[in-house]
């Protein structure tokens, strides 16, 4: 734990990306670029700018905004996946991301074998999967699956399995995007409940939600975002304030 009172500490975080960088290279591109300065300054986007807010430890934090926003691209920020452009993000405390579930998988590997490679990329040992490894099967509800190949799974079932994955240790912050929206409504309400425990262990939780109505029940700051800008931040009263703009 650092000095400060505070979790996490977001300061003047702002994010560029190059929309033109996706094209791929050339060297005929290169000589069409050469030249064109003012061109390329027109593909920059700017996802995020000077974005600031710190999170006190226990603390549950949502941030709610519409597509675009930049909600995702704090999150992964704060996660340590991407590097700022400019600005600087302190944590203190180990990171448990749930961003892009699944994407530690191997899809040519069997669930079991998943299980083993996710619990690896998140740190956790042998023996503590070995362990922990029949409540993540029961907790999937796919036991009967466990030496299918993860590429013949539906998005649900990957979701599923990386969640439970996830969650076996209570983590010290915990990073969410839409975690809850994927899987059958069953899991959704399971999920759900494991997430509000470990919120009610203390863990202290980065939320995005596109609904409003989870946000107010699991959350007690929310930050508004638009086009990568804080428009405030406060309490529930926020999403108010957000669903009168949205409706207006």
Not at 34 to 41: E, M, T
Not at 95 to 123: H, S, V, W
């Amino acid at each position: 734990m650092g000095t400060s009172e505070y979790m996490i500490e977001v300061e003047n975080v702002s994010m560029r990306f190059n929309l033109g960088i996706e094209k791929g290279f050339s060297l005929k591109q290169w000589f069409v670029d050469v030249g064109k300065r003012k061109k390329k300054i027109k593909n920059e986007f700017w996802a995020l700018t000077d974005v600031d807010f710190k999170v006190k430890r226990g603390e549950v934090i949502g941030f709610i905004g519409s597509n675009g926003a930049g909600k995702s691209t704090l999150l992964k920020i704060v996660a340590g996946v991407m590097k700022p452009t400019k600005g600087d993000v302190k944590a203190y405390g180990n990171i448990c991301p749930m961003i892009e579930l699944g994407a530690g998988f191997d899809p040519q590997l069997t669930a079991r074998e998943n299980i083993y490679l996710n619990g690896a990329i998140m740190g956790y040992s042998k023996e503590l999967i070995d362990s922990k490894f029949q409540e993540i099967v029961d907790f999937s509800e796919l036991h009967d699956f466990l030496e299918v190949p993860v590429q013949n799974f539906s998005s649900g079932m990957v979701a599923r399995l990386a969640f439970s994955v996830a969650t076996i240790v209570d983590p010290e912050i915990l990073i969410v995007d839409e975690i809850l929206s994927v899987g059958d409504m069953a899991f959704q309400a399971k999920s759900e409940e494991k997430m509000l425990s470990m919120i009610g262990g203390g863990t202290t939780v980065l939320f995005v939600s596109h609904s409003i109505e989870q946000i107010r029940k699991m959350c007690d700051t929310v930050v508004w975002l638009d086009h990568g800008v804080v428009q405030k931040i406060g309490g529930k009263e926020v999403c108010d304030e957000y669903i009168t703009k949205m409706l207006g």
